[in-house]
């Protein structure tokens, strides 16, 4: 099922394929409510009325509207178009716990970061002016790291506000 695009549209050539499996998708997306029939006959209906007005899309695709294979290749697509679409969904739950896993990770990262990194010196300033602010008791900053002189505003802020 996942090699649908070497099946399907053989007559055609590479280019002429991506450009038509491009607009097919594009036609997917629009009209998620449509079933792949219906979907079809609305990709057909709108290719005849760009050729009657002189327009086409597709100029190499007018010999095969008629045709019985590029019908089946259409219905083809456009099933496993919604067979991926109820892929997704299913492994929507897992991307979202590996996206959260992700991020945790990287957060994880920064802190280790500034963890082995010295305070700046706005992040000095800051510290100093929030604690003159709030009339709270300096810590000692000759050892501190910046994810400590962060976490300390924090809770100034926390507390305060």
Not at 28 to 51: A, G, M, Q, R, T
Not at 68 to 94: A, G, R, S
Request: aromatic letters at 16%; glycine letters at 2%; hydrophobic letters at 35%.
């Amino acid at each position: 099922m996942q090699n649908i695009k070497n099946c399907i549209f053989l007559y055609l050539t590479k280019r002429q394929k991506s450009q038509l499996l491009g607009t097919l998708k594009a036609y997917f997306k629009k009209y998620p409510l449509l079933n792949s029939d219906e979907i079809i006959d609305k990709f057909l209906e709108d290719e005849k009325y760009y050729i009657e007005i002189g327009n086409p899309h597709f100029e190499f695709v007018n010999d095969y509207f008629e045709s019985d294979d590029f019908y089946k290749d259409l219905k083809k697509f456009f099933e496993f178009c919604t067979w991926e679409k109820h892929q997704l969904e299913l492994m929507e739950p897992y991307i979202n716990k590996q996206k959260e896993f992700a991020k945790a990770q990287r957060k994880k990262a920064q802190e280790y970061k500034m963890s082995k990194l010295k305070p700046t010196k706005k992040q000095l300033f800051y510290y100093d002016k929030i604690t003159k602010a709030h009339n709270v008791e300096k810590k000692d900053i000759t050892n501190a790291s910046r994810l400590d002189v962060r976490n300390w505003i924090m809770e100034i802020i926390e507390k305060y506000d």
